[in-house]
């Protein structure tokens, strides 16, 4: 349990307490709804992946309840990208604080564009904040449909797909 009020955590590191307290700090700002007085953060869960960790973290009142993410960028000793040598249109960009205000403004052009449309079928993942001493994009939680898994029941490659023991590669070599 962090020092404060209404800050749970279940995961316990330096990252997350950050990512916590900064939430706790900013949450008025992403959901007006939640009561300050009576509200509760709460980090449900941390994974670690290659490029980025991700931070699950629950803000409740008594009245609602909201799931956030905190994606987390770690920075590298080296400034070689880890990828395999491939064609590229421009060169791979190599800076944390520009990947990160990159894939920021990329995240957000693409919600306002969904948002726009105004089609309830159509949604897409919401920045709410950047946080540039962590390298971590703070986004809200997407209950709708991934394209995953639409692709994965609409498209008529998908049995074959299915039984692939792993595409990845291609995919990936295909850009």
């Known amino acids: ?11 316990d590191s330096a990252t997350a307490i950050k ?14 709804d939640i009561n300050a007085s009576s509200a509760t953060i709460r980090l449900i869960e941390e994974q670690h992946r290659p490029f980025s960790s991700i931070y ?4 409740a009142d008594h ?21 395999q040598a ?12 520009e990947k990160l ?11 306002r564009h969904f948002e ?9 993942i919401k920045v709410f904040d950047s946080m540039t001493e962590l390298q971590a994009i703070i986004m809200e939680e997407t209950c709708g449909n991934s394209l995953r898994s639409l692709f994965g029941r ?7 797909l299915g039984m692939a023991p792993d595409i990845r590669g291609a995919f990936f070599n295909a850009g």
């Open 1 to 11: 349990m962090l020092p404060g009020p209404g800050i749970n955590n279940m995961v």
């Open 19 to 32: 990512i916590s307290r900064h939430i706790s700090d900013n949450f008025s700002k992403y959901y007006p």
């Open 56 to 59: 699950k973290v629950e803000i």
């Open 63 to 83: 009245r609602s309840q909201h799931i956030l993410y905190a994606k987390v960028f770690p920075e590298r000793a080296d400034s070689q990208p880890v990828v």
């Open 86 to 97: 491939r064609a590229r249109l421009v060169p791979a960009v190599t800076d944390h604080r």
């Open 101 to 111: 205000r990159l894939e920021c403004n990329a995240l957000t052009a693409i919600s």
């Open 116 to 124: 726009s449309l105004n089609d309830p079928r159509l949604g897409a």
């Open 154 to 160: 609409t498209n008529r490659m998908s049995q074959a």
